[in-house]
T-cell receptor
Framework: DAGVIQSPRHEVTEMGQEVTLRCKLISGHNSLFWYRQTMMRGLELLIY????????DSGMPEDRFSAKMPNASFSTLKIQPSEPRDSAVYFC?????????????FGAGTRLSVL | GDSVTQMEGPVTLSEEAFLTINCTYTATGYPSLFWYVQYPGEGLQLLLK?????DKGSNKGFEATYRKETTSFHLEKGSVQVSDSAVYFCALRENRDDKIIFGKGTRLHILP
C-alpha cells in the first residue's frame, strides 16, 4: 500500500486566497484525522471523521476552516480566506477504528505558507 | 481531561549514550499508550505501543513499559545512534475513543 497520500507537499499563497489541502486514506481505513503542527503550538488535532462522518471538530480554529469527506477514501481541508497565522504543516492521518486497530498512519504533510 | 506530559527538549546526547525520555499521563480509564517518532520532513510514525498495564513495547532498540501505578510510559534506548535524531511524541488513546492525545514532543539530537 502507498500509505496516506497528501497533496500538495508545499503551498505558498497570498493572504485572502482559498487553500485546499487533499488527503487520500489507506485502503480499508475508516477514520481520518487532520492535524496542524507549528513550533509554537505543537501538534493540534483539528477534526476527525469516522465512516465519513465528522465526530469531533472542536479543534477547528474558526469558520474559515472546513473539512469534508466526499467518499470513504478521500478528504479535503479548506481554508477560506487564508491568513498568515495559518502558516503551518498540516498532516492527515488514517486508521482502522476497531478493537485491534487505532494505530494512526500519517501522511508526509503539506507545508503551507501564507504571505 | 486526558493529557500527556513529556520532558522538554531538546535533548542532546553523544552516540552510544543511554537515552531516557520521560512521559506521564492523565486518563480517566485504561488507555493504550504509544510512542511516535517524526524524522525531519516527514509525518509521525508509530515507534512502539502498549495496551495494558505492565506491557512492554519495543522496536528498533527502543523500549517503554506501561506503569499504571506511576502513570508513566518512559522511552529508553541503551545505545543511541545519529540516525535516532528526531522528535519523539508520547501519546495515549482511551479505549472508548478513536482520537489520540499527543504530548508536545521531545526533540533529540545525537552527536557523532
Amino acid at each position: 500500500d502507498a500509505g496516506v497520500i497528501q497533496s500538495p507537499r508545499h503551498e505558498v499563497t497570498e493572504m485572502g486566497q482559498e487553500v485546499t489541502l487533499r488527503c487520500k486514506l489507506i485502503s480499508g481505513h475508516n477514520s481520518l484525522f487532520w492535524y496542524r503542527q507549528t513550533m509554537m503550538r505543537g501538534l493540534e488535532l483539528l477534526i476527525y471523521f469516522n465512516n465519513n462522518v465528522p465526530i469531533d471538530d472542536s479543534g477547528m480554529p474558526e469558520d474559515r476552516f472546513s473539512a469534508k469527506m466526499p467518499n470513504a477514501s478521500f478528504s479535503t481541508l479548506k481554508i477560506q480566506p487564508s491568513e498568515p497565522r495559518d502558516s503551518a504543516v498540516y498532516f492527515c492521518a488514517s486508521s482502522f477504528a476497531g478493537p485491534l486497530g487505532n494505530i494512526q498512519y500519517f501522511g508526509a504533510g503539506t507545508r503551507l505558507s501564507v504571505l | 481531561g486526558d493529557s500527556v506530559t513529556q520532558m522538554e527538549g531538546p535533548v542532546t546526547l553523544s552516540e552510544e549514550a543511554f537515552l531516557t525520555i520521560n512521559c506521564t499521563y492523565t486518563a480517566t480509564g485504561y488507555p493504550s499508550l504509544f510512542w511516535y517518532v517524526q524524522y525531519p520532513g516527514e509525518g509521525l510514525q508509530l515507534l512502539l505501543k502498549a495496551t495494558k498495564a505492565d506491557d512492554k513495547g519495543s522496536n528498533k532498540g527502543f523500549e517503554a513499559t506501561y506503569r499504571k501505578e506511576t502513570t508513566s510510559f518512559h522511552l529508553e534506548k541503551g545505545s543511541v545512534q545519529v540516525s535516532d535524531s528526531a522528535v519523539y511524541f508520547c501519546a495515549l488513546r482511551e479505549n472508548r475513543d478513536d482520537k489520540i492525545i499527543f504530548g508536545k514532543g521531545t526533540r533529540l539530537h545525537i552527536l557523532p
